[in-house]
C-alpha cells in the first residue's frame, strides 16, 4: 500500500517521489558546489559561502519539482525519437526563463552565479522521473491510428 499526500484532488504524492527529488537535488547541489569550490581555487571565482549554497539547492529543488510536474504531464516516451526532442525543448525553454526569475528572486539584481542554468538542467534532469507504460505507448498508437483512419475516410468521401 503506497502512502502519498493528495494534490488538488486529483494526483497523489506518493513518498517515493519525495525521496527521489530529495536525493537527487542533494546529488545535483553536491556537484554544483563542488563545481563552484573547484572554481575558487582554479579560475578565483568567489567562495562559494553558505548562503550561495542554501540558493543552489533551493534552486535545484525548485527545478525538479517543475521537471517531475512537467514528467507527470507529459511521461517520457520508451522509444528514442522526434517526440523527445520536442519534449526537451519544451521543458528547457520555459525553465530557462523562470530560472532567471528564481535567480532574480534569490540573488537581486546582482547574478552572482548561474542560478537560472541551474534551474533549467534540474528541471530538464528532473522530467525524466516518469516514463509511459506500455499500455499507454498501446492506446496512443491507437488513437493516432483511429485519426489517420478518420483523415482518410474524410479524403474518400470529398
Do not use: C
Not at 14 to 41: C, K, Q, T
Amino acid at each position: 500500500m503506497t502512502t502519498g499526500i493528495a494534490i488538488g484532488g486529483r494526483y497523489k504524492l506518493n513518498s517515493a517521489i519525495i525521496l527521489w527529488i530529495v536525493r537527487r537535488a542533494l546529488g545535483i547541489s553536491f556537484f554544483v558546489d563542488l563545481f563552484y569550490l573547484a572554481g575558487h581555487y582554479i579560475w578565483g571565482w568567489d567562495f562559494p559561502t553558505p548562503l550561495v549554497l542554501a540558493q543552489i539547492l533551493i534552486t535545484v529543488t525548485l527545478g525538479l519539482i517543475i521537471g517531475a510536474i512537467f514528467a507527470k504531464i507529459w511521461p517520457i516516451p520508451r522509444q528514442k525519437g522526434f517526440e523527445r526532442v520536442i519534449r526537451t525543448l519544451l521543458i528547457s525553454i520555459p525553465a530557462v526563463g523562470l530560472g532567471f526569475g528564481v535567480n532574480f528572486i534569490l540573488q537581486g539584481l546582482v547574478l552572482t552565479h548561474a542560478l537560472w542554468m541551474i534551474f533549467a538542467v534540474s528541471a530538464w534532469l528532473g522530467s525524466g522521473i516518469f516514463m509511459r507504460t506500455v499500455e499507454q505507448e498501446r492506446e496512443e498508437q491507437e488513437r493516432r491510428a483511429a485519426q489517420k483512419a478518420e483523415r482518410e475516410a474524410r479524403r474518400r468521401k470529398k
